[in-house]
């Protein structure tokens, strides 16, 4: 019996394929899922043993495109994750990064006109800017989003928040840390590292390496994430999801090429001109309360993608 129809947008991408993936294994859920595979890729998602996943190719910057769709399934809950990511990619096209805004406000109106009960939306780290404290939470670390990229996932918090006080629909905002795992595109670092250390060349890091960031597992997001939904936690209110093992990208470097046990050395790029902070470090108190078990740990993490990085469909968003 379907008890949750479901919406997911984004969802041929890395981490909203992962959670589609998931919320289809329960049979209670009626999962579909939408994106425009501009940087997804239909091949993420398995086919569901309970018949109760459907793929369609749409855009939700489009409201044409979009709109039918919500009319047809009246769904229940919406898990918005459909946005232009990569730092690299996000610099290069801040118009097309800017359009996304688009999709925001056509899911926010068709969800409080089509009887949504709550939006999940995928925010970023991103929205901290250059953070004035660490570890950055949720509510005492000032919002310094400069690049086209943060400034959007800043407004869709704001989009959500108004819709509440005005419309009253529910949300949780989830601002999504470093995530990483299988199906995860090549140009993202740990991939991209573990490629370069795998065939012995030299692993590139920019500027000094000095830089710190977290890396959460996929697994970890998806338990938190599937868990904040169906224990209806954090109702209206922002969650760090990711990681508070810090470490230099250098230290990461080094770690992978140990790891991998590569005879690979390392080579300095340019700093990039913008988009790479000096710091990222969330408190993930809130995370912890929806995970059943220790999150995982940065060695099995990378011993993991070690055996699937080599076989990834060639877009992963």
Known sequence: ??????????????????????????????????????????????????????????????????????????????????????????????????????????????????GVKRVYFSSSSEVYGEPFESPQNEYTTPLNSRLPYAIVKNAGEAFLRAYKKEFDLDFTIF??????????????????????????????????????????HIDDNIEATTNAFYEDKFINEVVNIGSDDEITILDLAKKIISLTGSKSGISHLPALMEGDMARRCPDISKMDTLLKRPRTSLEDGIRMLMENVGSQPVKAG
């Open 175 to 216: 601002r999504f840390f470093n995530t990483y795992g299988p199906s995860q595109t090549s140009d993202f670092v740990m991939t991209r590292f573990i490629r370069m250390a795998r065939k012995n060349q030299d692993v590139t890091v920019y500027g000094d390496g000095m830089q710190t960031r977290t890396f959460c």
């Open 1 to 114: 019996m379907i008890k949750n129809r479901i919406l997911v947008t984004g969802g041929a991408g890395f981490i909203g394929s992962s959670l589609a993936t998931k919320l289809a294994e329960n049979p209670e859920n009626h999962v579909v899922v939408v994106d425009n595979l501009n940087t997804g890729a239909e091949i993420n998602l398995p086919k569901s043993p309970h018949d109760n996943l459907k793929f369609i190719k749409a855009d939700v910057n489009f409201f044409k495109d979009i709109s039918s769709i919500f009319f047809s399934y009246r769904f229940n809950y919406v898990f918005h994750y459909a946005a232009v990511v990569g730092v690299k990619r996000t610099l290069a096209n801040p118009a097309a990064v800017l359009r996304d805004l688009d999709g925001i406000s056509n899911i926010l109106n068709l969800c409080k006109n089509t």
